[in-house]
């Protein structure tokens, strides 16, 4: 599992073996996901998928885009989505980013 996170730059997500579901969350969210303050600026404090909404009640019924990459299979990421991974199998996947 990758915790959901942005990434400063264009993403390609290629998926080498196995699978990964992926969630994506539009940048207007931010304040909704809870950045981390310093130096992981770009990383959520909420676990997407059991978000305690007693210490984040803003992350009650975010909308988000789900998909499942497989084997072969790439994905664009734009610059500051947010994203959450969860590999469904023993995976291996490439980032590209410029």
Same mark, same amino acid.
């Given at each position: 599992?990758? $915790?959901?996170?942005?990434?400063?730059?264009?993403?390609?997500?290629? !998926? &080498? %073996?196995?699978?990964?579901?992926?969630?994506? #969350?539009? $940048? !207007?969210y +931010?304040?909704? *996901? @809870? /950045?981390v303050?310093?130096?992981? #600026?770009?990383?959520? !404090? %909420?676990? &997407?998928?059991? $978000?305690?909404?007693?210490? =984040? /009640?803003?992350?009650?019924? *975010?909308?988000?885009?789900?998909?499942?990459? !497989?084997?072969?299979?790439?994905? @664009?990421? $734009? /610059?500051?989505?947010w994203?959450? &991974?969860?590999?469904?199998?023993? +995976? =291996? +996947? %490439? +980032? =590209?980013?410029?």
């Amino acid at each position: 599992m990758t $915790p959901c996170h942005y990434d400063p730059k264009h993403n390609l997500l290629c !998926q &080498v %073996v196995g699978a990964k579901r992926i969630r994506l #969350y539009h $940048p !207007q969210y +931010s304040d909704r *996901l @809870y /950045p981390v303050e310093g130096k992981l #600026y770009n990383n959520s !404090q %909420v676990d &997407v998928e059991r $978000p305690d909404l007693e210490r =984040f /009640p803003l992350a009650a019924n *975010l909308p988000y885009w789900e998909c499942t990459l !497989q084997r072969g299979e790439m994905l @664009y990421i $734009p /610059p500051r989505y947010w994203h959450h &991974v969860r590999s469904l199998s023993i +995976s =291996f +996947s %490439v +980032s =590209f980013w410029w």
